[in-house]
């Protein structure tokens, strides 16, 4: 209980000394160039010129240093050796080349990235497309989304009670195990089964995004022109032609949006492959292998940082498009 | 209470000149209004008195104090804006209250205040409300009992009943014009490009086009005397027609031949050097009536609008792009394709030179 | 859609019913957590949860009485007892041989060795009796198949909570929570106000900088913080692993998001309601604090929440800035911690895991609303 106290008191005195801090500051530039007076022209000008500094120090010194500074030092560790003071060039990335659990994670990143994004955003169009036609659809979609509010490691317990496997002779207590056995199958240790344990790890994360992209696509579907759907209907369309062909076309930008943003999210995934499998029946992904680096295996940081690397390397081009797209509304 | 003036004020955002040399008086207790196509530079003109848009070049003075630089709230000004811009979080007392809050006045003052300037715009017993919860027309109110009650020199409204429906827009006008009669020492400026707007509510009126002051006056000036073609055809509705000629004989009274044929004996004054140049035969649509006499234009009727109270005959003539619009009071059975012959007082004719520039003002 | 005529019944329930598959398949899971955390942790491990109301079978051991309780009744020495004691159950078979553990229905009755015999109702009371009086100390062993009546219990609540340190990690997870979620709207909304109205060299630029910083990996962060907080740890004589060295770290994480969604929000701001506050005299301080903060209310519940379950939801981030020791292990590195050495004991693990996602699951039924609407907000735009 202490520790909680001491929390809030933390809260209060960080919000007081931020409020002080914004406060403070700007009294004190009004000290300095009063707003009145003969230059009062002047003054305000120069005021003006600093002000917007002041409420945006802050944020700008927080952002240099937990986000910016350290893209540039990783870039600088990963070519240095494990404790970060000798240089060794792009050895780091040779190594990583040559190295097979690099190459599965790569590739398993790979697949990530074709089948969350892909799945999710199919599921959530399937349900932003049923759910907007039924009157009980508003709980069936908070229903959906509710597991985006499931931790990675919470889900993975979730659905590691699903894919428990009891070995021969004993009764199942795994969902998927259960049913396969009710219908005539034989039960298996999913976790392990060479490259479809990838995608039942997969559908851990399926099952909790679909729901984010089902809020974005309904949204972007019930903002679609009603006249346009009823001048399909008059044309002759049928429901399925009226979705494919007059709805989906008309949020193919809401589609792209979902699609980047799931990827990104893919492309960090951790936590699920760490409580899962660790990376081990060959599941590992770059975020998991890293932290190894990182972490166990003497903590290299040099390779550590060299796989970093690479997933930012693999977010720039996304990066860059939002950039672009953000410039253009302004 | 104040005294406003412009002197060679200009406005560039960056290279583009939005504004150039406005030189302009405003004495205590008018009510001027600015017109203009929209994009004269009408609503700069005004932020920039109000100290919401920075001046480029030139002085403004309220009461003889420079006021470039001080900033809007110590301008002695308040002002009123096209959507209200009330402070939806706050109910209508608190935004009456704001400005007085911000300035630390004490409590009783501002009651008294905020009291006094709801009882004169009859908001009383909505004081305690948000405003969502008030009708367009109530939140326009409240937005001038905001201004009243800084107790500004000078009021300045931004095209405030633009959003407002056609009824409410007659009536809301006309509490304007009630409280300004309330308030005769209080200066108003208004911005709209609402032409029966200026024309009812206006001392004097400022027709700006294209970043210059075209011209000032009172309105039925403007209506009976347009200094250049730009205004003449500005102020009036159907605009005045305008007719290309050549000045065929000088003197006190100045003689025009149309070059589509037809003329007229204009009452202005000319000189020798005229004879032969070009000029603009402006007529307004109310001044032309039917004749059986020399016809000042002739042509058929394409269009006929009858509205009862009046009715309008497009005429269209050969070599004219543009039909001659005449309004003729009462109910007039004319149709279709039928060739009428028109004539004005010549006291009602309106003659510009090759410039556009009325001949009263030269 | 709803009025146009001639619709196809069959597409109805075809859309019906997918609607249904998928809620079904969306809730199940967490409902299967939270059902099997509520069991009895013998019964978890025998049979499916979705057996839960229907009972299941046990094959279970009992003794009976001592012998020497043993009461004479017309000749013959008997023992009475019931095999559940005080609780209830339903025998399907007995017998009295470990290589024959139901070789008799409920109501037969056994010839033991040395001539005893027993019988075993169906309520599970017993009859042992013999002829000679039975000596020793140890009763005789009963082997029975016992239909259980399903059993709930919140004895795993009680257990992980008090005896596998999840209450206090949850207060550990609070601990971190609170400040991380507090302390970047301040930082952020401050920003967001100057980027969205005021005017300054570098502003277009800033804010593309934040756009880009969105997507910028966790994990280019982790080894230089980690490096800078080992040193500054080291510099300052405190440990690297402290609670405000998380609190500033998710700060620094979550305010690209915040500045982002709360400048969009700002900027939709009408023009001219700050205007109007200016030429009242408010300076940009009052019209930030009197103006913009109560009207960006929405906006800053949003990003309240989302920041909120995100702290609360991350793994990474306290694995790597905070201690595994007992006062700062949070919830999610304590279930991790649980599915490595707890790994197949479910009655654990089902009701830590309930006990991680309760408050984030909470909070999202409550919010869902704000939620939805800066979701709405930070993507629909380009996020």
Sequence with gaps: MGQILSALGVVILGVAACAGYFWGSNVILDRIYPPR???AGANIMRANTIRPWLFVGPALFALTIYLIYPVFASVWLSLHDRSGETFVGTSNYTWMLNDPEFRQSFRNNMLWLLIVPAGATFFGLLAAAVTDRIWWGNIAKSLIFLPMAISFIGASVIWKFIYDYRGEGQPEIGLLNAIVVGLGGEPHAWITMPFWNNVFLMVILIWIQTGFAMVILSAALRGI????IEAAVLDGASPLQIFFKIKVPQIWGTIAVVWTTITILVLKVFDIVLAMTNGQWNTQVLANLMFNWMFRGGGDFGRGAAIAVIIMVLVIPIMIWNIRNASKEQ | MAELKL?????????????????LDIDTGELIVFVGPSGCGKSTLLRMIAGLERITSGTLEIDGKAMNDVPPAQRGIAMVFQSYALYPHMTVRDNMAFGMKIAKKPKAEIDAAVDKAAKMLQLTPYLDRLPKALSGGQRQRVAIGRAIVRDPKVFLFDEPLSNL????????????????????????IYVTHDQVEAMTLATRIVVLNGGNIEQVGPPLELYERPANVFVARFIGSPSMNIFEG???????????????????????ASGERDMGSSVKLGVRSEDLVP?????????????????????LLHLERVGEAEPTIAKLPGIHSISRHETVRLGADPA???LFDVKGRSFHYR | MEGIAGRNPLVTWLVHISAALLVIIWTVPTMGLFISSLRDKDQIAVSGWWTALSGSEQNLVERTAAPDEAVERDGTWVLEGNLFGENEGTVSAFGWRAQEPAAFQPG???ELRGGETLTVEKDGTYILSSVEQPEGKRGQRIFFTSLQPPKFTLDNYRNVLFSQGIGRSFINSLTVTIPSTVIPILIAAFAAYALAWMPFPGRALLLATVVGLLVVPLQMSLIPLLQMYNSVGGFLGVPAKTYAGIWLAHTGFGLPLAIYLLRNYMAGLPREIIESARVDGASDFEIFVKIILPLSFPALASFAIFQFLWVWNDLLIAMVFLGNNEEQLVLTGRLRELLGSRGGNWEILTASAFVTIIIPLLVFITLQRYLVRGLLAGSVKGG
Aim: charged residues 30%.
């Design chain 1, 37 to 39: 007076g003969p230059n």
């Design chain 3, 108 to 110: 037969e009755t056994a």
């Design chain 1, 225 to 228: 022109p009603e006249e346009t």
């Design chain 2, 165 to 188: 429906d056609a009824a409410l827009r007659v009536a809301t006008r006309i509490e304007i014009a009630q409280l300004k009669e309330r308030m005769p020492e209080s200066t108003m």
């Design chain 2, 7 to 23: 002197t060679k004020v200009g406005k560039a955002y960056g290279p583009v000149e939005v504004l150039r040399d406005i030189d």
């Design chain 2, 348 to 350: 009602k004719l309106h």
């Design chain 2, 291 to 311: 004749t059986t006499g020399e016809a000042l234009i002739e042509g058929r009727v394409e269009i006929v609008e009858g509205l009862g109270e009046t009715t």
């Design chain 2, 246 to 268: 050549r000045i065929t004989g000088t003197g006190a009274q100045t003689r025009v031949e149309l070059d589509q044929g037809g003329g007229a004996v204009v009452p202005v």
